[in-house]
């Protein structure tokens, strides 16, 4: 754990703003590679994961960029209306599960909404080592587009496609056209909202790209549906003790009640930290962490928001 201090939080666009974290003895903080994120631990309790935004040459601040999301459970919520100048707050120290490819030709970068704050941190990093790459980033609005004036003027601006919602049909974002050509070497990175990934993995799968050409973090589930949830049974291997996770209650919540720790950070499927190793049984996976070929293996689960399609999952714990 880290603390740090807020040195600037700034209003960025309709409803985000930014948040510069440093050390309060200003010394360097621990070095990132674009993608990274940090957990941030509010004053409500939660814990958040926000990508860095801010170049990685830069050692001595973290800058992450928030959205106030109407449909958060408190933790964007607590940021923008907790939080100030001058507070203090406890952080991890950065973490990467979205990192660029090696010895890439080309990249191409996607954004939707606030799933730029990864996507920028790439643009700054590839644009100040010289590689080829386009960024498109796409908000429903002008008013709503982060750090819209600091791309403007950035050195790499001419790499860089904004699109928006609410503007003429021939800057909106067109999948097939961007994604049209999958060369080797060519690498996809896109994050963003649900709707937003969903659509354009589907176009990416539809244009033939290979899947280890693309890469992808969600910045938030889709609401679940929960109505043909049913009752499943988890056995503790190392204790033997059986639990029963009712149709209305998550693997989580019973396995907390039962006093057994799992580690939590977005409780949604997207972050991956409560991932649990499963040694009999079949999970239902409902993340959105893992991919298509982790999934199928079947020896690990999110607990947070998984079920179970047999009747009894046994867990490595
Ligand atoms: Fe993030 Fe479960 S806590 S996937």
Not at 106 to 131: D, F, Y
Not at 154 to 171: I, N
Request: charged share 25%.
């Amino acid at each position: 754990m880290i603390e740090v201090i807020v040195t600037a939080k700034q209003r960025e666009a309709e409803d985000i703003y930014t948040f510069e974290l440093a050390r309060p003895d200003q010394l360097d903080l621990p070095a990132f590679d674009p993608g990274a994120h940090i957990d941030v631990h509010l004053p409500n309790g939660m814990v958040r994961q926000y990508s860095l935004c801010n170049h990685p040459a830069e050692t001595n601040r973290y800058l992450i960029g928030v959205l106030k999301d109407p449909a958060s459970r408190g933790g964007s919520f607590a940021l923008h209306e907790q939080v100030f100048e001058g507070d203090r707050l406890q952080i991890s120290e950065p973490r990467n599960l979205f990192p660029l490819a090696e010895k890439a030709k080309r990249s191409l970068l996607l954004a939707g909404g606030i799933g730029v704050t990864p996507i920028l941190c790439m643009a700054q990093t590839l644009a100040s080592a010289g590689e080829e790459f386009e960024m498109h980033y796409c908000a429903r609005s002008r008013n709503r587009m982060a750090f819209m004036r600091q791309i403007a003027e950035s050195d790499f601006a001419d790499h860089v496609y904004l699109h928006f919602d609410d503007e003429a049909p021939e800057q909106q974002f067109e999948a097939d056209k961007v994604l049209a050509n999958p060369a080797p070497g060519t690498n996809l990175y896109v994050c963003g909202p649900a709707g937003f990934l969903d659509h354009v993995l589907q176009r990416a799968s539809a244009h033939g790209w290979p899947a280890e050409q693309v890469h992808r973090e969600y910045f938030a589930a889709s609401p679940a549906d929960h109505t043909d949830d049913a009752g499943f049974e988890i056995e503790i291997k190392s204790s033997g003790q059986v639990l029963v996770v009712p149709a209305d209650r998550s693997a989580l919540e019973v396995l907390e009640e039962a006093g057994i720790f799992i580690p939590v950070s977005c409780e949604e499927g997207v972050c991956g930290t409560c991932m649990t190793r499963v040694l009999k049984g079949e999970p239902e996976h409902r993340d959105l962490f893992m991919t298509e070929q982790e999934r199928a293996l079947n020896n690990q689960f999110t607990p947070c928001c998984s079920r179970a399609k047999s009747g009894r999952l046994v867990l490595d714990l």
